[in-house]
């Protein structure tokens, strides 16, 4: 058997983290690697997930530190918002050799390949996932149970994420406002139910999504809207007699992204967005320090001044909010909470009143201490579509060898297990006798 080449490339959207690395041990680089659902991984990512794989000790030089914890720190890249490490040390003590790094899978551009009979030994043999739990509804990784593995990967029986309660009647239903928040409290938003009815001019008019329509195989004209369709507000389902059991009947439409620029200006494989009229959309100053806390609910306890709420504007941000932004291609917009890194927002000149918000910053009823159900994916105030990842079809571009396979494998899979939840969805309303 030929030995496993060590050497992987590395790189964000703007180039600045580029490097050549090696994996830590003789094992292939994403050989074991799994998917971590933790609150914190959320909340200083903006997604509904991560994945790192383990390497020897990089080159920081240019990038931003963020301390998760005490011994714990995260890099990103302070231009475009990528995240790249993470290093751990098993105690205050530890010599930096014995510092464990590790790189976040979605810039690994290039991993070579050990073949052996037909299989990648140095790709994992199953999905696996941490601190699913900490969801409360499952996250992700009800749509990664035991994904369908490329073929260069040995079919096996992968780790089921645990039995969670996937229901959307919580506490958060019954809300008016829903809060969000970056890991460090840098970044927070106050988010409000959409105008009603969805005609109402309140309500921006845009062009349709990839993730509802394939640009590679829609006419542009149809993309368009002519009928300005307000595609992103989605009307809950009736009961037996018609009526409604929510007090608000709409949710936005959220869905999951796997192109190359979210994948490069993220780290990761999967990027959850919720698509928010501006309008809608607060940023929440609060008179305590920045940074000291993630937690929204003790930022409001009794006692401590009322926190100024700003109407979003890109072009009057508050002085003393700390969102970069990043110009990934033309007229299109990222940001990113400059002291933790976590993706906030994507916007464009083409629709500027439709802003995507990341989901993993989105904090639910449970997470704020109210009891309740509300969970990771946010089923009080959004509708997931299950039809399709945005840009499937980008999930190896730019990468070659086990990089390619890792991700076209992840991204099939997360697409055949949304696939199953959507033709459910279907035969569900076609029983009802209603389009789905």
């Not at 030929?2 to 580029?18: E, K, L």
């Not at 991560?50 to 030089?61: C, F, H, K, L, N």
């Not at 551009?109 to 696996?128: C, F, H, V, Y």
Request: net charge neutral; charged share 20%; glycine share 8%.
């Amino acid at each position: 058997m030929a030995a496993v080449n060590t050497t992987v490339t590395i790189s964000c959207h703007c180039g600045a983290a580029r490097q050549t690395l090696a994996p830590r041990g003789s094992q292939g680089v994403l050989s074991d690697t799994s998917f971590c659902h933790c609150t914190t991984c959320r909340r200083t990512t903006g997604l509904l997930c991560t994945s790192y794989a383990p390497v020897a000790a990089p080159s920081i030089a240019g990038l931003e530190g963020y301390a998760i914890s005490p011994t714990t720190t995260a890099y990103f890249c302070s231009t475009c918002g990528c995240h790249i490490f993470r290093v751990r040390r098993p105690a205050h003590s530890a010599t930096a050799e014995n510092w464990e790094w590790e790189v976040a899978t979605g810039i690994i551009i290039d991993a070579p390949e050990e073949e052996d009979e037909g299989k990648s030994s140095n790709l994992p043999t199953q999905w696996r996932h941490q601190h699913v739990q900490d969801t409360q509804d499952g996250g992700l990784a009800i749509w990664l149970p035991n994904a369908s593995t490329p073929a260069l990967l040995p079919p096996t029986t992968a780790t089921r994420a645990p039995s969670l309660s996937a229901k959307d009647d919580d506490d958060d239903a019954a809300n008016d406002t829903l809060l969000a928040s970056c890991h460090c409290g840098s970044i927070r938003l106050r988010i409000t139910r959409p105008a009603v009815p969805p005609e109402s001019p309140l309500n921006p008019d845009s062009g349709y999504p990839d993730l509802l329509l394939p640009y590679v195989s829609t006419p542009a004209s149809t993309i368009a809207n002519p009928a300005r369709e307000r595609w992103y507000l989605r009307r809950r389902e009736q009961d037996v007699n018609n009526n409604y059991k929510y007090k608000h009947i709409y949710r936005y439409l959220a869905g999951t992204c796997a192109c190359q620029t979210c994948r490069l200006t993220s780290g990761f494989e999967i990027q959850t967005w919720a698509f928010i009229p501006r309008r809608n959309i607060h940023l929440v100053s609060h008179p305590s320090s920045p940074g000291t806390s993630s937690s929204l609910s003790k930022d409001e306890k009794k006692g401590e001044k009322e926190p100024t709420v700003t109407p979003l504007d890109f072009t009057t941000l508050p002085r003393d909010t700390p969102l970069r932004q990043y110009e990934s291609s033309p007229g299109r917009t990222r940001d990113f909470c400059a002291r933790c890194g976590a993706t906030v927002f994507w916007h464009d000149t083409f629709r500027p009143d439709l802003i995507d918000v990341s989901v993993g910053l989105l904090s639910s009823a449970a997470d704020r201490g109210k009891g309740g159900d509300g969970g990771a994916r946010a089923q009080g105030w959004l509708e997931w579509w299950t039809g399709r990842v945005s840009f499937f079809e980008e999930a190896g571009k730019g990468r070659t060898g086990a990089a390619k396979a890792w991700g076209e494998g992840v991204i099939r899979a997360l697409e055949e297990g949304m696939g199953r939840a959507h033709r459910a969805s279907e035969q569900h309303w076609e029983a009802k006798g209603v389009d789905a």
